[in-house]
Structures are given as structure tokens and as C-alpha cells.
């Protein structure tokens, strides 16, 4: 891209926002002495104006292949803009006060492409680093909680039959069922989440002319006299418990 005076003159003057402006003295080239100028630095260049109302620049400094000093002079905050070769120039500039010194040395420093270029360097490798992350290559996921297994009553695999009915009380290698509490009126969820006692198995009548149920169940009707005592007294114990619960919760 070509550049004239023209361009650069818009460019100094255009509403393009600024990186850093306001006064700073100047050291002329063949007088030392220091003259009051109004800087605006966009970009890589610096522009230098004689008024702040100018309408065209006095000059412009490519800030390229160039180092940004504190240097010693007759003028307080003085720093130097300094350029590699022996028959470069060397700007001599000088801030009003502490901190405008220090935000000029900032930011003339950070203005070359060499500096953007170094930062978007360590970018990209900050940003190729966590790509691949700690696992190498794989950002790492956080690993979902272990899930205890739930512990369920082992059944048998075939439940031994006494009077041609299961019996669950009997059955090897299984803990006994708990008592069933007293059935209570329930509504909603309740009712539908509390689960219901198994049912008691069908009595069944035994004839002496059934040679099945004398074969499978031992001791014949003895057999089924005692089961049959012993499930009615159960029947009638839940039964007492029940009415009593429902004569108690009545208003």
C-alpha cells in the first residue's frame, strides 16, 4: 500500500479512535531546546501536531524496529524513542507529570507489529495448550459418582410347595418376610408409594380321594391342619390389629 501526505493527513485527522493522545515536549533535531506538541499516537505511527486544533500534522514516527527508553536530560520525564542503525534518529520526548510519562512509555512500547505479533504467538500456543489439555489431547471430564449396587433379597429358584400352595416362611436360603403393619387409610402418592404385603396364599381342601395333594404335601391332613391353624391365627391377629387402628382414627 502507497502512502502520501494526503493519506497520512486524513489517517492523523480522521474519527478513527486514538491509542494515546495529549501534549509532550518535543527536543528539536538541531536545537536542543524542547517544544510543546500535541501528540496522537494510532497504530504503529505517531503523529505530532504544533496546536491541538491543527488541522494537518507537523510529522509522523513509524514505530517499527524501535525501543522505548527512560533517558537521562534537562527536561523532567523525558524518554527516548530510540531507532537501530548508526545514522538513525533518536526522538527525545518529555511528559508532564509521572503517570503520563509511564502511559506514553506503555503504549509507544506496545504499538510496533513486532509486539502483536509475539502476543498472538503466545496465544495461539496458550490456546493449543488447552485444547489438548491435561490428558493429552482430550480435554479431561469430570467422571460421574460410582453408583452403590442395590442390595435385593435373593430369590430360590424354585419355592418348595407344601399342601399344593408356595410357602414363603419355608422357603431356604431367604429371611422371613416382616410382619405386615395394620392396613391405614392412604390418599395420593402415599398410596400408590407404600407397597402392598404379598397376599396370603388360597387355602386349599384336601379329599381324601386327591392322591396329588397327599403325595406333595407330607403327613397328609395332619399337615394341612397346622398350616391351616396357623394362617388363621395370623389372619385373625392383622384383622384385630386393623379394626382397632380404624376405631382409633375415626373422628
Known amino acids: 500500500m502507497k502512502l502520501n501526505e494526503r493519506s497520512l ?43 491541538r486544533e491543527s488541522r494537518e500534522p507537523v510529522g509522523v514516527i513509524v514505530l517499527e524496529g524501535c525501543t522505548v527508553e527512560l533517558c537521562d536530560s534537562g527536561e523532567e520525564f523525558a524518554f527516548a524513542i530510540r531507532f537501530g542503525g548508526a545514522k538513525s534518529r533518536t526522538y527525545v520526548l518529555a511528559a508532564e507529570s509521572q503517570a503520563a510519562m509511564e502511559a506514553w512509555v506503555k503504549s509507544l512500547s506496545r504499538a510496533s507489529f513486532d509486539y502483536m505479533r509475539l502476543v498472538v504467538r503466545e496465544l495461539e500456543k496458550q490456546l493449543v495448550e488447552m485444547q489438548r489439555g491435561p490428558a493429552g489431547g482430550r480435554s479431561a471430564k ?17 419355592l418348595p410347595k407344601e399342601n399344593g400352595c408356595a410357602v414363603w416362611n419355608n422357603a431356604q436360603g ?15 402418592c402415599d398410596a400408590e408409594a407404600s407397597p402392598r404385603p404379598p397376599p396370603v396364599p388360597p ?20 399337615a394341612f391342619s397346622r398350616l ?17 387402628r380404624r376405631q382409633g382414627q375415626q373422628p
Open 9 to 51: 493527513a486524513f489517517y492523523a485527522t480522521c474519527d478513527s479512535p486514538a491509542d494515546n493522545a495529549g501534549f509532550l515536549y518535543k527536543r528539536g533535531e538541531r536545537h536542543t531546546a524542547y517544544h510543546r506538541r500535541w501528540f496522537v499516537l494510532k497504530g504503529n505511527m505517531l503523529f505530532y501536531f504544533e496546536e
Open 142 to 158: 469430570p467422571a460421574a459418582p460410582e453408583r452403590s449396587p442395590e442390595r435385593r433379597p435373593a430369590l430360590p429358584g424354585a
Open 174 to 188: 431367604t429371611d422371613p418376610p416382616p410382619r405386615a403393619a395394620a392396613p391405614r387409610r392412604a390418599s395420593g
Open 203 to 222: 387355602r386349599r381342601r384336601a379329599s381324601s380321594g386327591d392322591p396329588a395333594v397327599v403325595a406333595e404335601s407330607p403327613g397328609g391332613t395332619s
Open 228 to 244: 391351616h391353624e396357623r394362617y388363621g391365627r395370623e389372619v385373625a391377629r392383622l384383622r384385630r390389629e386393623w379394626l382397632e
